[in-house]
């Protein structure tokens, strides 16, 4: 009976250190496994470079094609209009005749005055026809010079400290490809409270050779200010903890979460003024979630083999 009882103790020990065994030498294989997994897949990463640029805030405006002389005739006493001698569209000089005004006073009788131009141009308005009365100070021609054009835009009040005299522009009309070099004459120092705009008015930077504008024509003017040096990368690549801002980047081979200061938004891109520098390698995404700290493998570029950075955690 002792010798039964002592083969069951020895068959149920050798069972049980049997099992034992097969599961330590099982979670050693599966803890291999497991770990070599980990340290073959590393999160891939696609990065660019923090670059150093120049950097610039681009406004828009509508902008009106104008004369910039533009003189109004008017009666300078009482009478009808007798003849109009410059018809619309005739060019003219300086005191050239343009119409004629005749007194119709019935106690005296006085000679027919004759209205002069005050400068070259083209008579592009006619306010009377023969036979109209008029009386002194009404307007009767518009006279402007084609030759000398103007451009006039409204800036509001928030870029009115970006415009200066000087500045350069670029005038763009409807329908056309063609791009005309301006440069800003002078802007008002006031806001219009009713529009909150202030005027502004830009000349042809090169008048020689240019084909002008047709009067009239309302087109787009196009300015570049706040002109720096500075680095401005893809909002995608902006990671937020609560609302503080990060950039994920990568040392050594390894993800780094960056605190940054954003600056001004524009066209899916925003302005880092402080917390990266020129050359810094930038993690725009990823093909997992990367944690800070963690290996990563940085997916070349297009036409490069692939490459693991050196230095492994």
Same mark, same amino acid.
Do not use: H, W
């Given at each position: 009976?002792?010798?039964?009882?002592?083969?069951?103790?020895?068959?149920?020990?050798?069972?049980?250190?049997?099992?034992?065994?097969?599961?330590?030498?099982?979670?050693?294989?599966?803890?291999?496994?497991?770990?070599?997994?980990?340290?073959?897949?590393?999160?891939?990463?696609?990065?660019?470079?923090?670059?150093?640029?120049?950097?610039?805030?681009?406004?828009?405006?509508?902008?009106?094609?104008?004369?910039?002389?533009?003189?109004?005739?008017?009666?300078?006493?009482?009478?009808?209009?007798?003849?109009?001698?410059?018809?619309?569209?005739?060019?003219?000089?300086?005191?050239?005749?343009?119409?004629?005004?005749?007194?119709?006073?019935?106690? $005296?009788?006085?000679?027919?005055?004759? !209205?002069?131009?005050? #400068?070259? /141009?083209?008579?592009?308005? %006619?306010? *009377?026809?023969? =036979?109209?009365?008029?009386?002194?100070?009404?307007?009767?021609?518009?006279?402007?010079?084609?030759?000398?054009?103007?451009?006039?835009?409204?800036?509001?009040?928030?870029?009115?400290?970006?415009?200066?005299?000087?500045?350069?522009?670029?005038?763009?009309?409807?329908?056309?490809?063609?791009?005309?070099?301006?440069?800003?004459?002078?802007?008002?120092?006031?806001?219009?409270?009713?529009?909150?705009?202030?005027?502004?008015?830009?000349?042809?930077?090169?008048?020689?050779?240019?084909?002008?504008?047709?009067?009239?024509?309302?087109?787009?003017?196009?300015?570049?200010?706040?002109?720096?040096?500075?680095?401005?990368?893809?909002?995608?690549?902006?990671? $937020?903890?609560?609302?503080?801002?990060? !950039?994920?980047?990568? #040392?050594? /081979?390894?993800?780094?979460? %960056?605190? *940054?200061?954003? =600056?001004?938004?524009?066209?899916?891109?925003?302005?880092?003024?402080?917390?990266?520098?020129?050359?810094?390698?930038?993690?725009?995404?990823?093909?997992?979630?990367?944690?800070?700290?963690?290996?990563?493998?940085?997916?070349?570029?297009?036409?490069?083999?692939?490459?693991?950075?050196?230095?492994?955690?």
């Amino acid at each position: 009976m002792m010798r039964f009882k002592c083969l069951s103790r020895f068959f149920v020990t050798s069972a049980v250190t049997s099992a034992v065994t097969s599961a330590v030498l099982l979670g050693g294989l599966f803890f291999g496994f497991t770990t070599q997994a980990a340290v073959e897949k590393k999160p891939v990463v696609f990065t660019t470079k923090a670059q150093l640029s120049e950097l610039a805030e681009n406004l828009a405006y509508p902008a009106r094609v104008e004369p910039r002389i533009r003189a109004s005739v008017v009666a300078e006493t009482d009478g009808v209009v007798s003849k109009i001698i410059a018809p619309l569209g005739s060019s003219v000089r300086a005191k050239a005749p343009l119409l004629v005004i005749r007194n119709t006073d019935p106690v $005296y009788n006085f000679a027919p005055m004759s !209205v002069s131009s005050t #400068v070259d /141009g083209v008579v592009s308005k %006619v306010e *009377v026809t023969e =036979g109209s009365r008029v009386q002194r100070g009404d307007k009767l021609l518009l006279v402007t010079d084609p030759e000398q054009v103007r451009v006039a835009v409204e800036v509001t009040s928030l870029d009115v400290g970006f415009i200066k005299t000087g500045l350069s522009a670029e005038l763009r009309l409807p329908g056309s490809d063609r791009v005309l070099a301006l440069k800003v004459k002078g802007i008002s120092p006031f806001v219009d409270p009713a529009t909150g705009t202030a005027s502004c008015e830009l000349e042809l930077a090169n008048k020689k050779g240019n084909v002008l504008p047709p009067l009239g024509v309302i087109g787009r003017v196009y300015f570049r200010v706040n002109i720096r040096k500075g680095i401005s990368i893809s909002d995608s690549a902006i990671t $937020y903890r609560g609302k503080d801002p990060y !950039v994920r980047t990568v #040392v050594e /081979g390894k993800a780094k979460l %960056v605190p *940054v200061v954003l =600056g001004r938004k524009e066209a899916g891109f925003v302005e880092i003024t402080k917390g990266l520098k020129d050359g810094d390698q930038i993690i725009e995404r990823s093909s997992a979630f990367v944690a800070d700290g963690e290996a990563v493998e940085v997916q070349a570029k297009e036409g490069e083999a692939s490459k693991t950075n050196p230095g492994k955690g």
